[in-house]
Structures are given as structure tokens and as C-alpha cells.
T-cell receptor, first 110, second 113 residues
Framework: DAKTTQPTSMDCAEGRAANLPCNHS???????VYWYRQIHSQGPQYIIH???NNETNEMASLIITEDRKSSTLILPHATLRDTAVYYC???????????FGSGTQLTVLP | NAGVTQTPKFRVLKTGQSMTLLCAQD?????MYWYRQDPGMGLRLIHY???????AKGEVPDGYNVSRLKKQNFLLGLESAAPSQTSVYFC????????????FGPGTRLTVL
């Protein structure tokens, strides 16, 4: 299993970019990295995923280091609604199970 | 498109009572999952299904049973509820195992007294 490590919490000023790091030093060559977020009391929401290349969609950008041992999720212009717990996940096993650790509590400050 | 819906939203049980949580999805997804989330913790996989009529155990399956009689529905049963099963239960579905974008329901808050 690829284990991921994230900071417990981070703050970001509204309108600024939020950069959320994740370490996944044991990830294997064919394992994707997924990012989800969970806004208070709601079900988790998929954000983005990547394998080797940097990825961007309408919600965020994902930067993966060349050695694939870490990645950074970037919310380019954070808003108050982006306050949530962000999970970095590397699915494993034949069922590609998602293991949600403790994640990073991102608080966007006005 | 309702996405993933869960019934009920809230429930209070006494120890030893039984109940069934219903999850329904209208996206024609093959794969469905049940998770539980305890306060301050991440989600843990209880059971999952890779298709109609098939189910498999996840990380924390003890005390729960599941059934997938119809593709769009995934039921989670508690035969004899215990206080340790007090949690928020989330259902999810996805169209692929290899592309793991899971769509989650709003959750069911269960309290066992």
C-alpha cells in the first residue's frame, strides 16, 4: 500500500493560492494519486488525480514531483467555500480501495 | 440526476436493534461502496460491490452485511446494533475501479444507544 502523509492543518487567505502538500514516498510506478475534499458533514468530493504529469481541471492543479514521492494540490484562488478537509490518496489493492487518512484541514480566512 | 442518495438521513437505535441503510444511484455505475466515518477520522471502507449480485469485504466489515440485488441499489444491514457502530455512514459509487472517481452520497447519521 502506498501510504500518504499530509500536514494536519493549514490556513490560507481568501483570494490567494492554497498549496497543499502530500508525501507518498512508497508509491509504486503505476499507482495514481487522488485528491478528494470533504466540506463539513458532507460526503467527500473528487477533485483531481494524476500519475506522472501535472494535471489541471476547473477546480485545481496537481503538481507531482519527477520521482513521484510527493505532490502538491493547488487551489489557485481560494474562497471561503474551499474550507474543507483535503485528502491525498493512493488507491491500493485489487479493488483499488480508497483509504482516507486524516487529511489536511484547510481554513480559508477572510 | 439525483446522483447518490441515502435513506434515512438520521436514525437512533437501541443496542440490539436491527436496521437497513439504503443507497441508490442513478448513474448506471457498476461499483458501489459503503464507508463509515467516526468523529475526527477519515472514512473507512466497510463493504463494496463490483456488480449486481456481488459483494466483498472492506477494511471494517464485522457487524455489517450488504446486498446488491439491483445494480442501482446497495443495502447495508446492521443485524444487532452496538454503540461502537455509532457513526456517519457514506455510500459511494463509481463507473470504474481503475479510474477511482467515486461519487458520494450525503451520509446517514446513526446513533446507537
Amino acid at each position: 500500500d502506498a501510504k500518504t502523509t499530509q500536514p494536519t492543518s493549514m490556513d490560507c487567505a481568501e483570494g490567494r493560492a492554497a498549496n497543499l502538500p502530500c508525501n507518498h514516498s512508497t508509491i509504486s510506478g503505476n499507482e495514481y494519486v487522488y485528491w478528494y475534499r470533504q466540506i463539513h458533514s458532507q460526503g467527500p468530493q473528487y477533485i483531481i488525480h494524476g500519475l506522472k504529469n501535472n494535471e489541471t481541471n476547473e477546480m485545481a492543479s496537481l503538481i507531482i514531483t519527477e520521482d513521484r514521492k510527493s505532490s502538491t494540490l493547488i487551489l489557485p484562488h481560494a474562497t471561503l467555500r474551499d474550507t474543507a478537509v483535503y485528502y491525498c490518496i493512493a488507491p491500493y489493492g485489487s479493488a483499488r480501495q480508497l483509504t482516507f487518512g486524516s487529511g489536511t484541514q484547510l481554513t480559508v480566512l477572510p | 440526476n439525483a446522483g447518490v442518495t441515502q435513506t434515512p438521513k438520521f436514525r437512533v437505535l437501541k443496542t440490539g436493534q436491527s436496521m437497513t441503510l439504503l443507497c441508490a444511484q442513478d448513474m448506471n455505475h457498476e461499483y458501489m461502496y459503503w464507508y463509515r466515518q467516526d468523529p475526527g477520522m477519515g472514512l473507512r471502507l466497510i463493504h463494496y460491490s463490483v456488480g449486481e449480485g456481488t459483494t466483498a469485504k472492506g477494511e471494517v466489515p464485522d457487524g455489517y452485511n450488504v446486498s446488491r440485488l439491483k445494480k442501482q441499489n446497495f443495502l447495508l444491514g446492521l443485524e444487532s446494533a452496538a454503540p461502537s457502530q455509532t457513526s456517519v455512514y457514506f455510500c459511494a459509487s463509481s463507473y470504474s475501479l481503475t479510474f477511482n472517481e467515486q461519487f458520494f452520497g450525503p451520509g446517514t447519521r446513526l446513533t446507537v444507544l
